[in-house]
């Protein structure tokens, strides 16, 4: 499956953005999507994941509340909603997929598609 996110931007502490995630090559509702994000000099880390069916959501504490997931398995599309950023949400943002989920969803090595990322910079 190819992944190209998009929808990042420079955007105010406070503010938000939406990200999109559009997926070819394969029936999308079979596999499990996730957002993980990358800051400068940083591992990269898990943000939020949602099963196929949307029947389950996960988040990483740090944008609990604030972030929502969720797909359109008609537009082959994940979104990342993102409210009242602030400036530690600033980082490229990596959309990836796997079929099935075997182990943790917050661990990158078990997503096996990821897409070029999208860069999220959150001003004070």
């Known amino acids: 499956v190819q992944l190209q996110a998009s929808g990042g931007g420079l955007v105010q502490a406070g503010g938000s953005l939406r990200l999109s995630c559009a997926a070819s090559g394969h029936t999308f509702s079979n596999y499990f999507m996730g957002w993980f994000r990358q800051a400068p000099g940083k591992e990269r880390e898990f943000v939020s994941a949602?099963?196929?069916?949307?029947?389950?959501?996960y988040y990483a504490n740090s944008v609990k509340g604030r972030f929502t997931i969720s797909r359109d398995n008609v537009e082959n599309t994940v979104y990342l909603q993102m409210n009242s950023l602030k400036p530690e949400d600033t980082a490229v943002y990596y959309c990836?997929?796997?079929?099935?989920?075997?182990?943790?969803?917050?661990?990158?090595?078990?997503?096996?598609?990821w897409g070029k990322g999208t860069l999220v910079t959150v001003s004070s």
């Open positions: 990836a997929a796997v079929a099935p989920i075997r182990g943790s969803v917050y661990n990158t090595e078990n997503y096996n598609y």
């Open positions: 949602i099963s196929g069916s949307s029947s389950i959501t």
